[in-house]
């Protein structure tokens, strides 16, 4: 961490913690620069990154202040119902039809799954696509095939041994991104019919699978920051025949919740006395703005249950489809399916990531997104704060780039959806996150893409639009 890094954080937590409270002036540059012994031009660029992260602001010839809207932090979406039913999954149809109305670029991307390309270092990347493919092996298009690139696995599984999870390199099967990965491992452990444990609001594509394969529902509710309810999951696994669950524990997709370790560590436990298999989707787990990265539940796995499945799409290389899954006991089960289905990822971008990974400064890449995401979602929660209704509920993630936001009861978010597309702003509307079609009052706002005015305007029009949905102010 940078030495204005240090200090600018020194700074939001004392107005974290209402030692600067909101409207009172910061430190002058002079003052804090002799008070704290720094240069004043690390006291300047500190109060730059505060400013972009929406915690203070300039007024003319005054100096900084904390911003008003850190008085008003919203509270958070509550916890959703808890109800006992399976159910039949049909929400394709109305996923496609938001997807494809919000690919037009010129469209603010709030309802985008993707963070900004510009954060990614693609021209780095290119040259290790050049350099791969260059000093490539022609055997290697055989040798490479499923499981995947050795290279590349060995990359993989070393990440895994930092973290703490040293696993076993014939664990890791690459895929065609962490969507075919998961794919396969609910094939691998389910039948038609089945009952499948997903979370409540869940991922679409999660529930779009669940679809096509035939499988019911069981949906278990996910609390806004400590993830699913394991009560209730643990009353659904021994009243119901579930075959699998498929969760994920660090900032969830669409609510940014993450279970603490010992609830991971509970859920592990639940896992192996039921012996109910995990498809674990972990694809956001490198974008965490603590200090340390966060333990997927495979962590805690002595059984191999917990298929950990995740990829390079979110963090590194949008558009290369490579991700991967490490299969505990199901590994040679996926990697035959994974074989009939697809044969291999593509050889010449699982070459060009190894190479990437190898030598392309790949954590350091990984500080500056994470540094970009935690700002962005500053900005937009500022933004909320600034522009919605009072009584509007938002999530607080600790990592990823979705905003969950609850708003009134009686604001229709597929009516909200579409006046704002209209507008030229995007929002993935709540019920596309539900089996049954609930959360018709939430969103998803992405803040994966620099914040900018217009950004700042969209979000304007979306308070006021908001305003003029028929029961509110
Ligand atoms: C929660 C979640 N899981 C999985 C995926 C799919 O990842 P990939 O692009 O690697 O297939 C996505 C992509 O949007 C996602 O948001």
Same mark, same amino acid.
């Given at each position: 961490? @940078?030495?204005?890094?240090?200090?600018?954080?020194?700074?939001?937590?004392?107005?974290?913690?209402?030692?600067?409270?909101?409207?009172?002036?910061?430190?002058?540059?002079?003052?804090?620069?002799?008070?704290?012994?720094?240069?004043? $031009?690390?006291?300047?660029? *500190?109060?730059?990154? =505060?400013?972009?992260?929406?915690?203070?602001?300039?007024?003319?010839?005054?100096?900084?202040?904390?911003?008003?809207?850190?008085?008003?932090? =919203?509270? /958070?979406?509550?916890?959703? =119902?808890?109800? !006992?039913?399976?159910?039949?999954?049909?929400?394709?149809?109305?996923?496609?039809?938001?997807?494809?109305?919000?690919?037009?670029?010129?469209?603010?991307?709030?309802?985008?799954?993707?963070?900004?390309?510009?954060?990614?270092?693609?021209?780095?990347?290119?040259?290790?696509?050049?350099?791969?493919?260059?000093?490539?092996?022609?055997?290697?298009?055989?040798?490479?095939?499923?499981?995947?690139?050795?290279?590349?696995?060995?990359?993989?599984?070393?990440?895994?041994?930092?973290?703490?999870?040293?696993?076993?390199?014939?664990? %890791? +099967?690459?895929?065609?991104?962490?969507?075919?990965?998961?794919?396969?491992?609910?094939?691998?452990?389910?039948?038609?019919?089945?009952?499948? #444990?997903? /979370?409540?609001?869940?991922?679409?594509?999660?529930?779009?699978?669940?679809?096509?394969?035939?499988?019911?529902?069981?949906?278990?509710?996910?609390?806004? &920051?400590?993830?699913?309810?394991?009560?209730?999951?643990?009353?659904?696994?021994?009243?119901?025949?579930?075959?699998?669950?498929?969760?994920?524990?660090?900032?969830?997709?669409?609510?940014? *919740?993450?279970?603490?370790?010992?609830? @991971?560590?509970?859920?592990?436990?639940?896992?192996? &006395?039921?012996?109910?298999?995990?498809?674990?989707?972990?694809?956001?787990?490198?974008?965490?703005?603590?200090?340390?990265?966060?333990?997927?539940?495979?962590?805690?796995?002595?059984?191999?249950?917990?298929?950990?499945?995740?990829?390079?799409?979110?963090?590194?290389?949008?558009?290369?489809?490579?991700?991967?899954?490490?299969?505990?006991?199901?590994?040679?089960?996926?990697?035959?399916?994974?074989?009939?289905?697809?044969? $291999?990822?593509? +050889?010449?971008?699982?070459?060009?990531? #190894?190479?990437?990974?190898?030598?392309?400064?790949?954590?350091?890449? =990984?500080?500056?997104?994470?540094?970009?995401?935690?700002?962005?979602?500053?900005?937009?929660? #500022?933004?909320?704060?600034?522009?919605?209704?009072?009584?509007?509920?938002?999530?607080?993630?600790?990592?990823?780039?979705?905003?969950?936001?609850?708003?009134? /009861?009686? +604001?229709?978010?597929?009516?909200?959806?579409?006046? !704002?597309?209209?507008?030229?702003?995007?929002?993935?509307?709540?019920?596309?996150?539900?089996?049954?079609?609930?959360?018709?009052?939430?969103?998803?706002?992405?803040?994966?893409?620099?914040?900018? %005015?217009?950004?700042?305007? !969209?979000?304007?029009?979306?308070?006021?639009?908001?305003?003029?949905?028929?029961?509110?102010?």
């Amino acid at each position: 961490m @940078k030495r204005y890094e240090k200090f600018a954080d020194d700074i939001a937590e004392l107005i974290r913690t209402g030692v600067l409270a909101p409207g009172q002036k910061v430190p002058s540059v002079r003052h804090a620069s002799r008070t704290y012994g720094v240069s004043a $031009s690390t006291v300047f660029q *500190a109060y730059y990154l =505060l400013e972009s992260r929406g915690l203070i602001m300039a007024r003319a010839r005054s100096g900084y202040f904390v911003c008003e809207h850190v008085r008003r932090p =919203l509270p /958070e979406p509550q916890a959703t =119902l808890r109800e !006992a039913s399976t159910t039949e999954v049909d929400v394709s149809e109305l996923v496609f039809s938001v997807l494809s109305s919000i690919r037009d670029p010129d469209t603010v991307p709030f309802g985008s799954a993707f963070p900004s390309p510009e954060l990614f270092p693609l021209p780095r990347l290119a040259r290790s696509m050049a350099h791969a493919v260059r000093d490539m092996d022609p055997r290697s298009t055989v040798a490479d095939m499923t499981p995947g690139n050795h290279a590349l696995r060995r990359q993989i599984a070393l990440r895994y041994m930092v973290g703490g999870l040293p696993l076993p390199i014939e664990e %890791l +099967v690459i895929c065609n991104g962490a969507l075919e990965a998961l794919n396969l491992c609910l094939q691998v452990v389910t039948r038609p019919g089945d009952l499948v #444990a997903i /979370e409540a609001p869940a991922f679409y594509a999660s529930l779009q699978v669940l679809e096509r394969l035939k499988l019911k529902a069981v949906e278990i509710p996910v609390h806004p &920051r400590e993830g699913i309810d394991l009560e209730v999951l643990e009353d659904r696994l021994e009243r119901l025949p579930i075959k699998a669950c498929w969760f994920m524990s660090n900032f969830q997709n669409p609510l940014g *919740a993450s279970l603490p370790e010992e609830r @991971k560590r509970r859920l592990a436990t639940l896992l192996a &006395r039921h012996q109910v298999p995990l498809i674990e989707d972990d694809v956001y787990a490198e974008l965490y703005f603590g200090q340390h990265a966060p333990k997927p539940v495979k962590a805690f796995d002595s059984e191999g249950l917990v298929m950990h499945c995740s990829s390079f799409s979110k963090s590194l290389a949008p558009g290369y489809r490579v991700g991967w899954v490490a299969g505990g006991r199901y590994a040679g089960q996926i990697e035959r399916l994974k074989l009939m289905t697809s044969l $291999s990822a593509s +050889v010449p971008a699982q070459a060009a990531i #190894a190479d990437y990974l190898q030598h392309g400064g790949y954590d350091r890449h =990984l500080r500056k997104l994470r540094y970009a995401l935690e700002s962005q979602r500053n900005a937009m929660l #500022a933004a909320v704060a600034r522009h919605f209704p009072e009584e509007t509920r938002v999530s607080r993630p600790e990592g990823g780039y979705f905003l969950w936001v609850e708003f009134p /009861e009686q +604001v229709d978010s597929l009516r909200l959806f579409q006046l !704002a597309l209209a507008q030229g702003i995007s929002i993935a509307p709540g019920p596309i996150f539900s089996a049954t079609r609930r959360f018709g009052h939430c969103a998803r706002l992405n803040y994966g893409h620099p914040w900018s %005015l217009a950004s700042e305007q !969209a979000m304007e029009t979306l308070g006021r639009i908001i305003r003029s949905l028929p029961g509110t102010n």
